[in-house]
């Protein structure tokens, strides 16, 4: 039972344009949100938050946005850039008291100079 | 330290072997994860310790697993007995806060493979 999905396994975009990354969720429980970026051989970083009292939460180049009703989330970057190159993984959590995240399979996105 | 430590970075077991992962998490945080991440997949939790309490482990995926963290900062992930299917990267992750932390600083993960 995969509580979060990203059904995209990777993603390419030219330098500059937008990428846009997809996520969804079946726990209604679930109250706040997470994209983290990794590169390869390193552990996750975090990226930007939302809580699900928002619907969009901004920071820099990065928008994430949330569709309660339709149990989605999806993150904006704004120009895209080479160095964006990763993999990314959304991340759900509030659906248990310990404060353990919930990850999707992640996407790999390329962004072509 | 700086980040959160991971040690060994590569760990390689022959089927069978008992194994110890360690993980230094950041000074001063509470909160301290456990997650393992098969090939191709997004990290699973394992388990989650506050301070020293172990309150979550359910999901160890079998009594093979064990871990603690005796003194609320330094913790270790032990399986014993290995198999072919705990090969994986093994990633430690901690928090400043309590439950619900949600911002987590992961540490680069140890990559475990068993033959």
């Given at each position: 039972d995969q509580q979060?999905?990203?059904?995209?396994?990777?993603?390419?975009?030219?330098?500059?344009?937008?990428?846009?990354?997809?996520?969804?969720?079946?726990?209604?429980?679930?109250?706040?949100?997470?994209?983290?970026?990794?590169?390869?051989?390193?552990?996750?970083?975090?990226l930007i938050s939302i809580s699900s009292i928002k619907d969009k939460n901004?920071?820099?180049?990065?928008?994430?946005?949330?569709?309660?009703?339709?149990?989605?989330?999806?993150?904006?970057?704004?120009?895209?850039?080479?160095?964006?190159s990763a993999v990314y993984f959304c991340a759900a959590g509030g659906s248990s008291n310990t404060g353990k995240l919930i990850f999707g399979q992640g996407t790999t996105l390329q962004v072509k100079p | 330290g700086a980040g959160v430590s991971q040690s060994p970075r590569y760990k390689v077991a022959k089927r069978g072997q008992d194994v110890a992962l360690r993980c230094d998490p950041i000074s001063g945080h509470v909160s301290l994860f456990w997650y393992q991440q098969a090939l191709g997949q997004g990290p699973e939790f394992l388990t989650y310790f506050q301070n020293e309490a172990q309150l979550d482990k359910s999901g160890l995926p079998s009594d093979r697993f064990f871990a603690e963290r005796p003194e609320g900062s330094v913790s270790t992930l032990k399986i014993q007995r290995t198999q072919q299917e705990d090969?994986?990267?093994?990633?430690?992750?901690?928090?400043?806060?309590?439950?619900?932390?949600?911002?987590?600083?992961?540490?680069?993960?140890?990559?475990?493979?068993?033959?």
């Amino acid at each position: 039972d995969q509580q979060v999905k990203q059904n995209s396994p990777s993603l390419s975009v030219q330098e500059g344009r937008i990428s846009i990354l997809n996520c969804d969720y079946t726990n209604s429980m679930f109250d706040y949100f997470l994209w983290y970026k990794k590169y390869p051989a390193e552990g996750p970083t975090f990226l930007i938050s939302i809580s699900s009292i928002k619907d969009k939460n901004e920071d820099g180049r990065f928008t994430v946005f949330l569709n309660k009703s339709a149990k989605h989330l999806s993150l904006h970057i704004v120009p895209s850039q080479p160095g964006d190159s990763a993999v990314y993984f959304c991340a759900a959590g509030g659906s248990s008291n310990t404060g353990k995240l919930i990850f999707g399979q992640g996407t790999t996105l390329q962004v072509k100079p | 330290g700086a980040g959160v430590s991971q040690s060994p970075r590569y760990k390689v077991a022959k089927r069978g072997q008992d194994v110890a992962l360690r993980c230094d998490p950041i000074s001063g945080h509470v909160s301290l994860f456990w997650y393992q991440q098969a090939l191709g997949q997004g990290p699973e939790f394992l388990t989650y310790f506050q301070n020293e309490a172990q309150l979550d482990k359910s999901g160890l995926p079998s009594d093979r697993f064990f871990a603690e963290r005796p003194e609320g900062s330094v913790s270790t992930l032990k399986i014993q007995r290995t198999q072919q299917e705990d090969s994986a990267v093994y990633l430690c992750a901690s928090s400043i806060a309590g439950p619900r932390a949600g911002k987590l600083f992961f540490g680069s993960g140890t990559q475990l493979s068993v033959l």
